[in-house]
């Protein structure tokens, strides 16, 4: 990756996000909690929510953060059917 | 004085003394290098005496035009003669030694006659050699071996002298530390050879750029962009190799420094390589001179050598950091997976943190369930093509590899090529036995690009192998094999009614799966199904950690009309309807109550879908319930609500009543009901069933 030096806060802020899935967080909330600044945050918070790691629940003036689980896909029969879930 | 001086004025000494001359050495401009040594009594009454006089006859002399490269005799007055000897130098240029002086026999009156009157001259010029023939080929022929021997010395003193340039150089590079441009201007001002320096790096893919440059009457060439071939610097990129170019100022090339106003003389171009090549030029010259002497050029090529080191090392550095980045995340990580036993947060943590780390479009955690030939998929993005076919394709080859006679080591990961970019694979291990694979989808197309991020995915994939065991063999496992020690023993008492519980739990578990309901909701509503016959507080006590009885309670609460339907937790209504649907009481129940829409609804639709034509699977894409709460949060956004408001509704989709929905949102109960009784008028939908309906309607409709 490019922002090599980033990473450390981006595992920080995905693992703050894992840990309390329901969390809806403003980037000053998330920043009080991580102890980082907004402008080292909101990089991060962008590319986490075009990774689909987390959802913006606001809009882009007031942003809110939260979780947003991986899909789990229902069990695949091996021997080639697939089960609707 | 150093050892090589001494000896320059030894040997001056004994050459003087053996051939009754005094001698001293002047550089081409004829100033002194070495002062006078020697008895000769006209040499030194005139160099006392008349010292300047002397001198500057010696500097004055035209002997320095001369291309003589042996020794020679020279009259500094008429009939006052010197030897002059050149002793070669560096690179064509010439010291002197003067050897004298000598008058020509029955001159001395003619010679007393120019010089000065105070002094007694007849008794200095009495005791002046006389320059015969044969003393004159004498003279000659020791002067030669003298300016040869002092040649020797010279050049031994210049090396020294090189040699003291260069530790002075590293003494500043380390002075310097990481400040190149102080390193620079103190090689400028130390070394006159050179009156500028800069360095190029790449700017794009194909053109470079001058970054910094050092010096005067070099600025406007700060930022110029060149590319490979393109002028002096341009060449070096091709050829690989440094280059020295005198008399620039006469070659065409220098025109890119020329439209700049930057008019060199000299200039050189050194590469700075890595591994990969070339990483910067380093440049330099000098708007005087013309030329390079050999020494100078060892010295830019040392100072080339000093830059390109201290750029490894900044290299080195940077990639220390990152490693050092690396390995915290990599504790943090495995702390947290072992702070949180939890099959689901691992898979999570493995999805996540891949994805974050090669910046990829897609990751996943594949695992196969050990009792069945059945696999799940926990992923986020899309792997560009069918994410069941490839989840099975990627078992097939761990299964194969496990059972392969090839050592390949089994947590070795690998990388498999998908439309021309390259996937990572990492087994999940524990001892022998692949658990699942952390599957992760990156832009690259070429592996080295990949290749940085192999170990710490390996690393991880350890990890999380090791923890998804060892979750195995703890919490999760121990809880399934007590629902189903407890389930079973109904089976030894009452044979009909296990087999209603066991059809209860599968159609709880299909119907909730359906619903889009969490994993571990759908696991406490069926286990709840299962052990429904034991007491809510019996199980309290048994299962510490789940939400089971409070199923059990509610949903018996719904059954005996005790508690609101619209207000209770979606998996005690799966619960409560299940139940009665197996005791065949399913119409009185609903037609007894107010609303027939919502989960009911959807209940009575599933039943006709799967319970009419029971043994028939359907065969389709499979749905992703993510996918599905993704859509479903996304028609949540398109409501006219507040984000609050969305925040809510989203909960109650999901089940939450409103005491769970106020403790995760950290707000009070009424506030909830607030926000809910809000969410009810805007939706125009009279209680939590039918709103979850409208939502679900709107996005059938709009997907």
């Known amino acids: 990756m490019e922002n090599k030096d980033l990473l450390p806060i981006q595992l920080e802020c995905t693992m703050l996000f894992q840990t309390n899935p329901f969390m809806v967080e403003t980037v000053e909330g998330i920043g009080k909690l991580l102890n980082r600044s907004y402008d080292e945050l909101v990089p991060i918070l962008n590319l986490l929510v075009k990774q689909g790691i987390i959802q913006n629940l606001g809009d882009n003036e007031n942003p809110r953060y939260r979780y947003n689980e991986p899909a789990i896909t229902t069990e695949i029969d091996l021997t080639g059917t697939v089960k609707k879930a | 004085m150093s050892h090589n001086e001494n000896l320059v004025k030894e040997l001056q000494s004994v050459y003087a003394e053996k051939y009754e001359l005094s001698t001293i050495i002047t550089d081409k401009n004829g100033e002194v290098l070495s002062g006078k040594e020697g008895n000769n009594p006209l040499f030194n009454t005139l160099y006392e005496h008349l010292e300047e006089n002397l001198l500057d006859k010696i500097k004055?002399?035209?002997?320095?035009?001369?291309?003589?490269?042996?020794?020679?005799?020279?009259?500094?007055?008429?009939?006052?003669?010197?030897?002059?000897?050149?002793?070669?130098?560096?690179?064509?240029?010439?010291?002197?030694?003067?050897?004298?002086?000598?008058?020509?026999?029955?001159?001395?009156?003619?010679?007393?006659?120019?010089?000065?009157?105070?002094?007694?001259?007849?008794?200095?010029?009495?005791?002046?050699?006389?320059?015969?023939?044969?003393?004159?080929?004498?003279?000659?022929?020791?002067?030669?071996?003298?300016?040869?021997?002092?040649?020797?010395?010279?050049?031994?003193?210049?090396?020294?002298?090189?040699?003291?340039?260069?530790?002075?150089?590293?003494?500043?590079?380390?002075?310097?530390?990481?400040?190149?441009?102080?390193?620079?201007?103190?090689?400028?001002?130390?070394?006159?050879?050179?009156?500028?320096?800069?360095?190029?790096?790449?700017?794009?893919?194909?053109?470079?750029?001058?970054?910094?440059?050092?010096?005067?009457?070099?600025?406007?060439?700060?930022?110029?962009?060149?590319?490979?071939?393109?002028?002096?610097?341009?060449?070096?990129?091709?050829?690989?190799?440094?280059?020295?170019?005198?008399?620039?100022?006469?070659?065409?090339?220098?025109?890119?420094?020329?439209?700049?106003?930057?008019?060199?003389?000299?200039?050189?171009?050194?590469?700075?390589?890595?591994?990969?090549?070339?990483?910067?030029?380093?440049?330099?010259?000098?708007?005087?001179?013309?030329?390079?002497?050999?020494?100078?050029?060892?010295?830019?090529?040392?100072?080339?050598?000093?830059?390109?080191?201290?750029?490894?090392?900044?290299?080195?550095?940077?990639?220390?950091?990152?490693?050092?980045?690396?390995?915290?995340?990599?504790?943090?990580?495995?702390?947290?997976?072992?702070?949180?036993?939890?099959?689901?947060?691992?898979?999570?943590?493995?999805?996540?943190?891949?994805?974050?780390?090669?910046?990829?479009?897609?990751?996943?955690?594949?695992?196969?369930?050990?009792?069945?030939?059945?696999?799940?998929?926990?992923?986020?993005?899309?792997?560009?093509?069918?994410?069941?076919?490839?989840?099975?394709?990627?078992?097939?080859?761990?299964?194969?590899?496990?059972?392969?006679?090839?050592?390949?080591?089994?947590?070795?990961?690998?990388?498999?090529?998908?439309?021309?970019?390259?996937?990572?694979?990492?087994?999940?291990?524990?001892?022998?036995?692949?658990?699942?694979?952390?599957?992760?989808?990156?832009?690259?197309?070429?592996?080295?690009?990949v290749e940085e991020h192999m170990s710490f995915l390996q690393t991880l994939a350890i990890i999380g192998g090791i923890s998804l065991q060892l979750v195995e063999q703890g919490e999760g496992s121990r809880m399934d094999k007590e629902v189903d020690f407890l389930s079973r023993a109904i089976e030894q008492f009452e044979k009909d009614a296990y087999k209603k519980i066991e059809d209860a739990a599968k159609i709880a578990k299909e119907f909730s799966l359906r619903q889009g309901l969490p994993l571990t909701l759908v696991q406490d509503i069926t286990n709840a199904c299962r052990l429904a016959v034991y007491s809510p507080n019996f199980l309290r006590e048994v299962f510490l950690d789940t939400n089971i009885a409070e199923v059990i309670e509610e949903g018996k609460k719904l059954i005996h009309r005790q508690a609101e339907w619209t207000e209770a937790n979606s998996s005690a209504q799966i619960f409560a309807l299940v139940q009665v649907y197996l005791k065949g009481e399913l119409d009185a129940f609903v037609n007894e109550m107010d609303q027939k829409v919502g989960i009911i609804e959807e209940f009575y639709q599933y039943l006709q879908e799967t319970q009419v034509l029971e043994e028939e699977i359907t065969i389709s894409a499979p749905v992703d319930p993510v996918d599905k709460i993704d859509s479903i949060t996304s028609t949540i956004k398109e409501l006219k609500l507040s984000p609050r408001e969305q925040e809510v509704l989203d909960l109650v989709i999901q089940g939450l009543n409103n005491k769970e929905i106020a403790e995760q949102l950290y707000i009070s109960g009424h506030t909830v009901k607030n926000h809910v009784t809000k969410i009810f008028q805007k939706l125009e939908v009279p209680d939590r069933a039918h709103a979850i309906s409208k939502v679900y309607r709107l996005k059938h409709s709009s997907g």
């Open chain 2, 60 to 449: 004055q002399a035209e002997a320095y035009s001369w291309s003589h490269s042996t020794p020679y005799i020279y009259d500094l007055w008429p009939g006052i003669y010197t030897i002059v000897a050149p002793i070669e130098w560096e690179h064509g240029e010439n010291f002197y030694l003067w050897a004298g002086l000598m008058i020509e026999e029955n001159t001395e009156n003619l010679v007393k006659a120019q010089l000065h009157s105070d002094i007694e001259w007849n008794k200095v010029l009495d005791e002046t050699p006389i320059l015969t023939p044969k003393r004159k080929q004498r003279w000659l022929d020791g002067m030669k071996k003298l300016a040869n021997l002092l040649s020797l010395c010279y050049k031994d003193l210049d090396e020294a002298s090189f040699y003291n340039k260069q530790n002075k150089l590293f003494q500043h590079a380390t002075q310097a530390g990481n400040s190149i441009e102080l390193f620079f201007e103190r090689f400028i001002s130390t070394h006159p050879d050179f009156e500028f320096l800069g360095i190029a790096s790449p700017s794009t893919e194909d053109m470079y750029k001058i970054k910094h440059v050092y010096g005067e009457k070099i600025q406007p060439l700060q930022g110029l962009t060149f590319s490979p071939g393109e002028g002096f610097l341009g060449r070096i990129l091709i050829t690989d190799k440094h280059e020295f170019w005198e008399n620039v100022d006469k070659d065409p090339r220098s025109i890119l420094f020329k439209r700049h106003h930057v008019y060199p003389k000299s200039f050189f171009c050194i590469p700075l390589k890595n591994d990969q090549g070339i990483i910067a030029l380093l440049f330099g010259g000098s708007y005087s001179r013309v030329n390079f002497s050999k020494k100078s050029m060892e010295l830019a090529k040392t100072l080339a050598t000093i830059v390109q080191t201290g750029f490894l090392f900044q290299e080195l550095s940077q990639e220390n950091i990152i490693q050092k980045n690396r390995l915290t995340s990599l504790i943090e990580i495995s702390k947290l997976m072992a702070a949180t036993p939890d099959y689901k947060r691992i898979i999570y943590i493995l999805v996540d943190i891949s994805l974050n780390l090669i910046e990829g479009v897609f990751s996943a955690v594949v695992l196969k369930d050990p009792k069945s030939e059945q696999v799940k998929i926990v992923s986020r993005g899309s792997p560009e093509r069918d994410l069941g076919e490839y989840a099975k394709e990627v078992l097939d080859r761990y299964r194969s590899r496990s059972v392969s006679t090839d050592h390949i080591e089994i947590s070795t990961p690998s990388i498999e090529i998908s439309n021309g970019k390259l996937l990572i694979e990492c087994p999940l291990c524990y001892r022998d036995n692949i658990l699942g694979v952390l599957c992760v989808g990156t832009n690259a197309e070429e592996k080295h690009q």
